[in-house]
């Protein structure tokens, strides 16, 4: 807060000052002017330059008094005027983002330093959410909960994933203090924000990843869609692939799941999951018909897998488990023998997309799969 500053306490004390003056040397002129013109006044010289001296003492002392406080105002406006520029220059020149978010989210102010970071000048977020920019769940869980809790005074900081103007994603690592009503001031987050270098941007991309992937398994939010299977010579419908769709506000395709959980090191996790949610789903499907599920020869190789499809309640002859593949088996062996138990008790495997990738002859010669599928 600037001292001086209109509305403050001391600016409203040197308002008050300046009003008392005034009426001071306004009673003063008026009532010495009213006594040294009295004719009884007039007629002794001595008592007259008396009640003059009288009068004209409270005068100095309220022009002495409003000069002292004029030359205070001027030293607190040009101290105004220098730490205004002052903090102009610090914002300018800082790669520091400062910005104040109220207690709705919307933007109260915005440093210059943000243009860098996310494409809009100050005037143009100043006003908007800042979901313009940012979504909630690309906060760290300790931001968010400051955010969930307007008022109450914490502190918080954490790298973010910001949405440029231009649609490109922007790392920054931010400092967040939730400021409670205080002093007249209302409740609000304000901070400071900086771009992180490449490698901590990724970290906390595959972090995000992580989080995100093990919120959607966690919170079974994965859907499966059945894709009829038809016999062309018989004309009847004898199976039905499984194809895991994934709830998600964005809408991304299952292609985008799977990769990034590959990426982060989560990919059985996920497809266990999936599989699951399939199992369950296909105990609807009627009963003369086989359900196929994609799997990687990783998750085949998972030990979880022979209780999962046991488990299921479907009989093993009534599932087909689809390899996928996107990287080369170098080993064989193990993958054969951890299926070798499951298709003698009648699970079939398939090869998708043969022809295609790491999915070649080699697949088949090995693995002898019960069904190729034709890319």
């Keep these: 807060m600037v001292e001086g500053k209109p509305g403050t306490p001391r600016a409203r004390s040197r308002d008050v000052l300046a009003c008392f003056l005034a009426v001071q040397a306004v009673f003063a002129m008026t009532a010495g002017g009213v006594l040294i013109l009295d004719p009884a006044v007039t007629a002794r010289p ?114 973010v994933r910001c949405r440029h103007r231009d649609g490109s994603s922007v790392w ?21 924000s900086r771009r992180v270098p490449v490698e901590t941007a990724q970290e906390a991309a595959a972090a995000l990843s992580r989080a995100r992937i093990r919120a959607m398994i966690d919170g079974n939010r994965m859907l499966t869609a059945f894709q009829p299977i038809k016999n062309l010579a018989a004309g009847h419908i004898i199976g039905a692939e499984a194809l895991t769709r994934f709830v998600s506000e964005d809408g991304t395709g299952p292609d985008y799941w799977f990769e990034e959980a590959a990426a982060v090191g989560l990919s059985e996790d996920l497809e266990i999951a999936a599989l699951e949610t399939a199992l369950k789903a296909a105990k609807a499907l009627p009963p003369g018909i086989y359900v196929a599920l994609n799997a990687s020869p990783a998750t085949c190789l998972d030990p979880l897998l022979p209780g999962i499809l046991e488990r299921s309640g479907l009989a093993l002859d009534r599932i087909v488990l689809e390899l996928t593949e996107r990287l080369e088996v170098e080993e064989y062996c193990p993958l054969i023998s951890a299926l070798e138990p499951l298709r003698r008790r009648g699970l079939r495997i398939a090869i998708d997309d043969a022809g295609s990738g790491f999915a070649s002859m080699r697949h088949v010669l090995h693995i002898r799969p019960d069904i190729i599928k034709l890319c």
């Excluded at 109260?108 to 100043?126: A, C, K, N, Q, R």
């Excluded at 400021?179 to 901070?191: D, E, I, N, S, Y």
């Design 46 to 159: 001595g008592l007259q330059l008396l009640l003059a001296s009288l009068i004209l003492i409270p005068i100095l002392v309220a022009g002495f008094l409003a000069l002292r406080f004029h030359r205070c105002h001027r030293a607190e406006r040009a101290s105004a005027r220098g730490a205004a520029q002052l903090m102009d220059t610090v914002l300018t020149t800082s790669h520091e983002w400062l910005w104040a978010l109220d207690a709705q989210g919307n933007f109260i102010f915005s440093g210059p330093t943000g243009i860098d970071l996310t494409g809009y000048h100050p005037s143009e977020l100043v006003g908007k959410h800042f979901s313009v920019i940012a979504d909630v769940e690309d906060f760290p869980a300790a931001i968010r909960s400051l955010i969930d809790a307007p008022g109450v005074e914490g502190h918080a900081q954490g790298v």
């Design 172 to 192: 920054i690592e931010s400092s967040t203090h939730n400021r409670p009503v205080r002093a007249g001031q209302p409740a609000g987050l304000v901070g400071t």
